[in-house]
């Protein structure tokens, strides 16, 4: 079980996470919404210690995560990444090897496999020798994934997967994404849209974290996407296709 | 004709001169092409000539102690390396903005130490570089720490990959990116400490970004571009030294303008080929 203790981040001048705390079991798929700088990034980042927290703790099985993190795979948004790096898409995939490789050692017949398998996975292996700078968004966030998948990892993070990708992409994240939960793996995934179909994003969720600056609202996607919560997150009411007649408080009703 | 060709290529190798000027930037043209690609993917192209501006004061203070000059050299370099994190880090200061107020200062505290400790430094050479009066030992110091730097990279090889293609996603799988970066900045340092004597410290810059930035043009891979790099580098040294031996031209520039025009080269023809596929296209 992954545990999230009280754990809080302080950039100064206001900027920030006020104090979080949830715990997510084996097999669960939680997303975390809200706002663009809501904190998702921010929370994800301080769940590993990439960002020097000011409170709190993350647990995984009693230990913190932070000293296993070879358990983790992460997915930073694609926008943080250079992709003009002169490097090919089985290239970046292997990347995943790094970690379970150790020091000094290339490559074996097993991170190998696990390469080509996590590529199939994603309709990326005919891509394989292409650089990555040649890809479409969609492609590019698959790499991304064949990579987190290859590193065969415990607990998953993706942040803002769903942006600027093409439909065949994102119903491969949301077939993925269901194959890993039933795998027992636990997934985080932050994003402030939910695809193009938000309603069958959504009803995947497990639990939903609603953000903004603090946790308004934690349970299942039904209990959080109450108008008042959305109103606490948003500063607006908020309207969407799929919320009916507009006027129930439940927006699944 | 070919024999007239052959004379021209063995006549300067009878000098010892110049054997060891060809064989010193050589070795210059595969190390810094290797360690300018990992200056280019990570968008710090100016960094290098930020490291080589800030070797003056610590040239200058280990003149003045009586110290090897490459230490001070080096422990300068860093600490103005180091200096443009900590600016950058603290504050809303950008990066470009802290290396262009690092490199400044520093240089002009070089200058004016040089003036109140009374060194006998050399600028000219300094700043241009001297590669025919390169001796024996220098070669045997430049091929140790080519050696040193180039095994670093080959046994690092793939976690430095990973850092500068995706530094959160290294932090994020456990690697040591604190050691990863300061590794690559000694690594940095002691090329431009090295080269700096064979092309000086205006063109250490040139000879770290022109060969990598050419190959970078019509390579996939960063290994590869390494290599491509390399094959620019001591092709360029190789042509800028016969240039300036028998046009008399001063050897440091001679290197830098082949490189330069190696990499204007490419650029023209790799822009022409995706013009005329641009324009196939519209058809």
């Not at chain 1, 890993?180 to 995947?204: M, P, V, Y």
């Amino acid at each position: 079980m992954l545990e999230v203790q009280k754990v809080s981040v302080n950039y100064g001048s206001g900027q920030g996470l006020d104090p979080v705390s949830f715990k997510i079991l084996p097999g669960e798929m939680v997303g975390v919404m809200g706002p663009n700088g809501a904190g998702k990034s921010t929370m994800m980042k301080a769940l590993l210690g990439l960002v020097p927290v000011s409170g709190g703790q993350v647990r995984y099985c009693t230990c913190p995560l932070h000293q296993q993190l070879e358990k983790v795979a992460y997915v930073p948004q694609r926008s943080q990444i250079d992709w003009d790096y002169p490097a090919t898409v089985q290239t970046v995939v292997s990347l995943a090897a790094t970690r379970q490789l150790g020091w000094f050692r290339r490559s074996s017949v097993a991170t190998n496999v696990a390469i080509q398998q996590a590529m199939e996975r994603v309709n990326i292996w005919d891509l394989r020798d292409r650089r990555i700078g040649n890809l479409s968004g969609g492609q590019q966030q698959r790499v991304f994934l064949a990579r987190a998948l290859a590193q065969n990892a415990e607990i998953l993070l993706f942040d803002e997967p769903f942006t600027g990708v093409d439909a065949t992409t994102e119903d491969i994240l949301f077939r993925v994404f269901s194959e890993l939960r039933n795998e027992g793996k636990i997934l985080i995934i932050s994003s402030h849209e939910w695809g193009t179909h938000l309603a069958e994003g959504l009803t995947s969720l497990d639990r939903l974290l609603l953000l903004n600056r603090e946790l308004i609202a934690s349970g299942t996607p039904r209990e959080v996407m109450t108008r008042e919560n959305l109103r606490l997150a948003y500063g607006r009411v908020w309207t969407h296709a799929f919320h009916g007649d507009g006027k129930d408080d439940d927006l699944f009703c | 004709m070919w024999s007239t060709l052959i004379s021209m290529l063995i006549e300067p190798l009878q000098s010892e001169f110049i054997r060891n000027a060809i064989g010193v930037s050589m070795m210059i043209g595969v190390l810094c092409p290797v360690v300018g690609t990992y200056l280019i993917v990570q968008r710090m192209a100016l960094m290098g000539d930020v490291m080589a501006h800030c070797v003056l004061p610590g040239l200058s203070i280990a003149a003045f102690f009586g110290v090897d000059r490459s230490i001070g050299a080096f422990v300068s370099s860093m600490l103005g390396s180091f200096f443009v994190s900590w600016v950058r880090s603290q504050s809303r200061v950008k990066v470009d903005s802290a290396m262009a107020l690092t490199f400044s200062t520093f240089f002009a505290i070089g200058v004016t130490l040089i003036t109140l400790l009374k060194n006998k430094l050399d600028l000219d050479r300094f700043l241009f570089g001297d590669i025919l009066t390169v001796t024996l030992n220098d070669i045997y110091a430049t091929a140790a720490i080519a050696m040193l730097v180039l095994g670093a990279i080959y046994l690092f090889y793939k976690e430095l990959l990973y850092y500068t293609f995706d530094a959160t996603g290294a932090e994020a799988v456990g690697l040591p990116i604190k050691w990863l970066h300061l590794g690559m900045m000694m690594g940095i340092t002691l090329t431009i400490i090295t080269s700096m004597q064979v092309v000086g410290v205006l063109l250490v810059i040139a000879l770290l970004i022109g060969p990598a930035l050419t190959a970078y043009l019509v390579t996939q891979e960063l290994h590869h571009m390494m290599f491509l790099g390399s094959g620019i580098g001591m092709v360029s040294s190789l042509v800028g030294i016969y240039l300036s031996y028998y046009l008399n031209l001063p050897s440091g520039p001679a290197i830098v303008l082949v490189s330069s025009s190696l990499f204007l080269l490419m650029f023209l023809f790799t822009t022409r080929s995706t013009f005329f596929k641009r324009t196939k296209s519209h058809y």
